[in-house]
């Protein structure tokens, strides 16, 4: 399994993450992005207005080198972050057959390869001796 059940729990409870693509000339580029969970295929789906016309999606379509982010703070007081990031590669889709998140139109499909997860799966633990659940997946 790609997610565990926090982590799907988690992805389901957001609709904001940052993208980040890689450029033709090997700078990155950053964008905020909503996004959907595709529970079948184990990725994460990122739609928008006029997406195949965006940088992101060509620099998708140009290389496919991705990571994402999804984080939050649950607290202020005390201190509590939540991140969820997913390193791996992408394909820019421009007819999906099985898009998540109600998209319409073109896709960028996020297939993980390293899942990184930190506050998510024990809410007990001391903010400051929470450790991250790192792993490859896929």
Known sequence: MTFTKEEIDYLK??????????QPDGTLQ?????FGLNEE???IDIGGYNMAASR???NVADNGRVAFVV??????????VRCL??????????QPTDSSGNFRGPVIRIHPQRVISFG???LDTEPHKLVANK???G
């Open 135 to 137: 792993r490859d997946v």
């Open 30 to 34: 950053v964008s905020p992005v909503g």
């Open 120 to 122: 998510i799966d024990d």
């Open 71 to 80: 984080d939050d703070l649950a607290s202020v007081d005390p201190w509590r």
């Open 13 to 22: 409870s957001q609709r904001l993450g940052r993208l980040a693509t890689a």
């Open 41 to 43: 295929t184990g990725t």
């Open 56 to 58: 992101k999606f060509r």
């Open 85 to 94: 990031e997913i390193r791996g590669y992408a394909e820019a889709i421009e």
